[in-house]
């Protein structure tokens, strides 16, 4: 019984590794589209592909308006992936994995006294 319920922790911690390593990637593709498309923006806002670098527009507000809001997007993104990185934030997921193992362990002694 015990051995079982090892292998199911081991499963679930590898599973839990294998989905933040995912997230994490998700995050580096997202910032990457990010950084291409906001810079192709911007180089064609500049006028760079009509009229090469001889007469390049000042850059205005409107010009920053996508980079700025998907910005706000993608830091949501990272906070969320990188959220173990902030102790606060890391001391309450701690606290929150430690109850809730506490909770299955109470549920699993309950369920082998019956």
Do not use: C
């Not at 993104?77 to 506490?102: A, G, R, S």
Request: hydrophobic fraction near 40%.
């Amino acid at each position: 019984m015990e051995l079982k319920i090892m292998e199911n922790f081991n499963e679930r911690k590898y599973k839990q590794a294998k989905k933040k390593v995912k997230e994490e990637k998700d995050f580096y593709t997202h910032l990457t589209v990010y950084i291409v498309i906001n810079l192709v923006l911007i180089i064609m806002n500049l006028g760079v592909f009509q009229s090469g670098f001889s007469d390049i527009n000042i850059p205005k507000w409107p010009m920053f308006t996508t980079p700025f809001f998907w910005g706000i997007g993608l830091f949501f993104h990272w906070i969320t992936v990188f959220k173990n990185k902030f102790p606060f934030l890391k001391h309450w997921e701690d606290k929150k994995i430690k109850e809730y193992m506490e909770k299955e362990e109470e549920d699993i002694k309950r369920r082998q006294n019956f």
